[in-house]
């Protein structure tokens, strides 16, 4: 009987619904992205060098779809939404720095963890980086600096922060309109093809976008509402078992750990799991690569997909800043790297 009674507090004290709902979030999001391939380097790496826009279509797609179901969120009050605070500065630098380290490192937050589950070694070195980067900018010696960027701040209002609504004087509902006309013109002239056995681009897209949005509802009936943020869990599943900081297992956290789970089980299923070795010349800019986008994230409060889907579908600012900036770092990073190549 005893043993029952202390089972039985033990089950009490854990907290399931944190547990259940940030693990679930990260297995849905990891299973889906595997399977259309999801992955921000590899969607602008296509659109600049050989104009392949699919990948691309299927971002801006999730991003329409996450944004319209977060907004009704927020309107039907299931989730009070955060906004990231404008600061410029950092916005700017950090994307780009980011947008640069995502092509050295060959692939985003995201599709690095879900290659880890496809049996990737190289994306173990892209994350130690990432988490090395993080912690360093974080709680490191690049503490001050990141400080430094993150200074200037810009407001509006009494300490509102800027939003595409607020800025305009709209209702965040007539921005999501125009953005979703706007961006269902462009989608409409693509193709519908899929990559070999991934899903198709629309498909990929909705699914992603739903899961966005969904991960705001099931983290703020697991914690506290912040959707699926890759760049600051990373850095803490490192300093976490090591220096006991954050002093709790976050929402966040466990979430990035179901996205490898969800992969392996797409990859498995589908064939496309395998142990594979990255080039031993490609190491050190692998690493690098996450190294840079590690420490970047956390001076632009996030990475491509804390800032530029997460958050971005609140039409912060900030957010939004960051993306374009992400976007333009690689995007010069790829000319530059290809500029002698035929």
Same mark, same amino acid.
């Given at each position: 009987?005893? $043993?029952?009674?202390?089972? @039985?507090?033990?089950? =009490?004290?854990?907290?399931?619904?944190?547990?259940? #709902?940030?693990?679930?979030?990260?297995?849905?999001?990891?299973?889906?992205?595997?399977?259309?391939?999801?992955?921000?380097?590899?969607?602008? @790496? +296509?659109?600049?060098l050989?104009?392949?826009?699919r990948?691309?279509?299927?971002?801006?797609?999730? &991003?329409?779809?996450?944004?319209? !179901?977060?907004?009704?969120?927020?309107?039907?009050?299931?989730?009070?939404?955060?906004?990231?605070?404008?600061?410029?500065?950092?916005?700017?630098?950090? !994307?780009?720095?980011?947008?640069?380290?995502?092509?050295?490192?060959?692939?985003?937050?995201?599709?690095?963890?879900?290659?880890?589950? =496809?049996?990737?070694?190289?994306? $173990?070195?892209?994350?130690?980086?990432?988490?090395?980067?993080?912690?360093?900018?974080? &709680?490191?010696?690049?503490?001050?600096?990141?400080?430094?960027?993150?200074?200037?701040?810009?407001?509006i209002?009494?300490?509102?922060v800027?939003?595409?609504? /607020?800025?305009?004087?709209? #209702?965040?509902?007539?921005?999501?309109?125009?953005? +979703?006309?706007?961006g269902?013109?462009?989608l +409409?002239?693509?193709?519908?093809?899929? =990559? !070999?056995?991934? $899903?198709?681009?629309?498909?990929?897209?909705?699914?992603?976008?739903?899961?966005?949005?969904? +991960?705001?509802?099931?983290?703020?009936?697991?914690?506290?509402?912040?959707?699926?943020?890759?760049?600051?869990?990373?850095?803490?599943?490192?300093?976490?078992?090591?220096?006991?900081?954050?002093?709790?297992v976050?929402?966040?956290?466990?979430?990035?750990?179901?996205?490898?789970?969800?992969?392996?089980?797409?990859?498995?299923?589908?064939?496309?799991?395998?142990?594979?070795?990255p080039?031993?010349? #490609?190491?050190?800019?692998?690493?690098?690569?996450? &190294?840079?986008?590690?420490?970047?994230?956390i001076?632009?409060?996030?990475? /491509?997909?804390t800032?530029?889907?997460?958050?971005?579908?609140?039409?912060?600012? @900030? #957010?939004l800043?960051?993306?374009?900036?992400?976007?333009a770092?690689?995007?010069?990073?790829?000319?530059l790297?290809?500029?002698?190549?035929?």
């Amino acid at each position: 009987m005893v $043993w029952i009674s202390l089972a @039985s507090g033990l089950m =009490e004290d854990v907290p399931w619904t944190l547990y259940l #709902s940030a693990v679930g979030t990260g297995l849905i999001f990891g299973y889906v992205a595997q399977r259309g391939g999801f992955c921000f380097t590899r969607a602008l @790496s +296509a659109a600049v060098l050989s104009r392949d826009l699919r990948l691309l279509r299927a971002g801006v797609l999730a &991003l329409i779809v996450a944004t319209v !179901g977060v907004q009704l969120l927020a309107t039907l009050g299931l989730v009070d939404l955060p906004l990231r605070p404008l600061r410029w500065v950092a916005n700017i630098v950090g !994307g780009l720095f980011f947008g640069a380290g995502m092509i050295l490192g060959g692939g985003d937050t995201a599709s690095t963890w879900y290659r880890v589950g =496809e049996g990737a070694i190289g994306a $173990w070195v892209v994350l130690l980086g990432f988490a090395l980067g993080a912690t360093t900018s974080g &709680l490191g010696i690049l503490l001050p600096l990141r400080t430094l960027l993150q200074r200037p701040t810009i407001t509006i209002g009494d300490d509102g922060v800027p939003t595409l609504a /607020n800025v305009f004087g709209l #209702s965040p509902w007539i921005i999501v309109a125009v953005l +979703a006309v706007a961006g269902a013109v462009w989608l +409409a002239r693509g193709a519908r093809g899929a =990559e !070999g056995d991934r $899903w198709s681009w629309p498909v990929t897209g909705v699914a992603v976008g739903v899961v966005i949005a969904g +991960a705001w509802w099931t983290s703020a009936i697991g914690d506290r509402p912040v959707g699926i943020a890759l760049a600051v869990s990373t850095g803490h599943l490192l300093t976490y078992p090591l220096v006991g900081y954050p002093n709790r297992v976050t929402w966040s956290m466990l979430s990035t750990l179901g996205v490898p789970i969800g992969a392996l089980v797409a990859a498995w299923t589908t064939g496309r799991f395998g142990w594979t070795l990255p080039a031993g010349s #490609s190491l050190v800019r692998i690493f690098g690569g996450g &190294l840079l986008m590690g420490a970047s994230a956390i001076v632009a409060d996030g990475c /491509n997909i804390t800032q530029g889907l997460t958050n971005a579908v609140t039409l912060s600012l @900030s #957010s939004l800043l960051t993306l374009l900036a992400m976007i333009a770092g690689a995007s010069l990073t790829l000319r530059l790297l290809h500029t002698h190549q035929p």
